[in-house]
């Protein structure tokens, strides 16, 4: 017989990395059934789904409909599409993946984050601008985009998400 604590202790764990344990919504706002007025839920359920693993987030951005656009010298790989109105690009073999764009505004971002938020489980982090842990374990940071990003824009914004041991080193 298992014991109350083993049960409430794996109950914890479930709980606590809601993201690797049940990614089913996740897939749900992926594919753009509860997108709504926020068309970049679908570029954050993407990069959650990643993981930070380059061929998984490949896989789901090519199955989307994304085009690839890889730069080798820089390491970086940029993914667009003329359906979304963002993009997303990956550093660090997948261990950062951005979701920007060009005219949505950080306000509405954050509405946006504060979906997938509440989807997987979040903690605050102390930033410069809004930053959270995601599934307990992905630190986001939302900005402006471009070359000096701030921390509100009613034109443009971006979000970061760190995979991985970095996640937890900034």
């Known amino acids: 017989m298992i014991a109350l604590r083993h049960l409430i202790a794996a109950a914890a764990v479930a709980l606590a990395t809601p993201a690797l344990a049940d990614p089913a919504m996740l897939r749900v706002i992926a594919g753009g ?12 359920a ?84 809004e930053t959270m842990l995601l599934a307990g374990t992905v630190r986001t940071e939302l900005t402006s985009s471009g070359n000096d990003p701030v921390c509100t824009s009613e034109t443009s914004s971006n979000v970061r998400f760190t995979f991985g041991a970095s996640a937890l080193d900034q």
């Open 46 to 129: 993407w990069c959650m789904l990643g993981n930070g693993n380059p061929d998984e987030l490949r896989g789901l951005l090519t199955e989307a409909g994304f085009a690839e656009d890889h730069d080798g010298e820089m390491g970086v790989t940029y993914y667009t599409s003329s359906d979304m109105p963002f993009g997303i690009t990956t550093y660090m073999d997948g261990e950062i993946c951005d979701v920007t764009s060009e005219t949505v505004g950080t306000t509405e971002a954050l509405g946006a984050l504060v979906v997938i938020a509440g989807t997987v489980g979040f903690g605050t982090l102390s930033g410069d601008c």
């Open 33 to 44: 059934m509860v997108m709504g007025d926020q068309p970049l839920l679908r570029g954050y």
